[in-house]
């Protein structure tokens, strides 16, 4: 099912959250909402999930309107929240049971749905437990549970790794990239590796606004961030080098690590600057040792827009 956003707009008080943020989530992938603490994203997942009520623009879930048929919306929808609530004396089973039955899944089918989610959340071993007993990365796990046991189609997740630590990270990642497949998953987060590693997909929102949408390839190809290269030159003086790199042009940025044999420069996409790079060394009867194009990183793309 996918879920389109068009034009929402939610205030508090004099205080405006969100202004005019439409997008579309599609079905079978996981789209990584991104931004700085205060940015709307929070605000944003909750309207979609119906927690919150826009102040103006509208939520579809397939054709259902989060106006006209919230309902409906709320059981198509499973919901993980930053800071994961859980009735902490009660052990993984009972838990599960009881989300089930808020859901009015029908109890024949209760025992069998709560083995299924158990098994695909990885908790099997851990299903006698208090939720309290539990260590972070399973205590995710359970939430991810409750919020998938009524078999939603769309999946709204506010930071689900936060606090973990890197073992943890990397199973609840694959986890959510395995649900992703069949469903359609917003996966809020700040971490920038986390919705670079998980999400097919990314927006950015800055002060309430989209400020850039697509794939991490997309996004590196509209960046005005320049290309970025990593050179070595052999037969030169490193001062030399310096001198004869910077003078080209086209250069916006020229940095030499202190230690490493390697300068990396930094240029606008218009210029061949390996070209110019090898015409250089030609000249100077220097030789190419290494030159290495390195990518783009998302994370100067994020602070390119939302640094404004």
């Known amino acids: 099912m996918d879920v389109i956003v068009e034009n929402l707009t939610k205030s508090f008080g004099m205080q405006k959250a969100i202004s005019a943020v439409s997008f579309k989530a599609r079905q079978g992938e996981v789209l990584g909402f991104l931004g700085p603490n205060g940015a709307g994203k929070t605000t944003t997942m909750k309207i979609i999930a119906g927690f919150l009520f826009p102040d103006c623009g509208e939520v ?153 949408n697509g794939t991490s390839a997309e996004l590196r190809s509209k960046s005005n961030a320049g290309k970025t290269l990593r050179v070595r030159i052999g037969s030169a003086g490193e001062e030399d080098i310096r001198q004869a790199l910077g003078a080209l042009p086209g250069i916006q940025k020229l940095n030499h690590p202190a230690g490493s044999p390697f300068f990396e420069l930094q240029s606008d996409r218009e210029t061949a600057i390996e070209q110019l790079i090898f015409d250089t060394c030609a000249r100077n009867g220097w030789y190419i040792q290494e030159l290495t194009p390195v990518e783009t990183r998302l994370e100067d793309i994020f602070r390119q827009v939302t640094q404004n």
């Not at 987060?189 to 097919?200: G, P, R, V, Y």
């Open 60 to 212: 579809y879930f397939g054709k259902d309107s989060i106006r006209k048929n919230p309902a409906r919306i709320k059981q198509s929808t499973g919901y993980l929240s930053e800071h994961n609530p859980l009735y902490e004396e009660m052990n993984v089973v009972d838990f599960l049971t009881f989300i089930a039955k808020l859901h009015r899944i029908p109890r024949y089918k209760i025992d069998s749905r709560v083995v299924d989610i158990l098994q695909l959340c990885g908790l099997e071993h851990e299903k006698h437990k208090n939720i309290k007993e539990l260590s972070k990365g399973y205590r995710q796990r359970t939430g991810l549970a409750q919020a998938l046991i009524h078999d939603p189609e769309v999946l709204i997740l506010d930071e689900p790794t936060t606090g973990l630590d890197p073992n943890q990270i990397a199973e609840i990642r694959e986890l959510i990239k395995r649900i992703g497949r069949e469903k359609t998953v917003i996966l809020s987060s700040h971490i920038l590796a986390e919705i670079e590693a998980t999400c097919d997909r990314v927006l950015i929102i800055n002060k309430g606004k989209i400020v850039a």
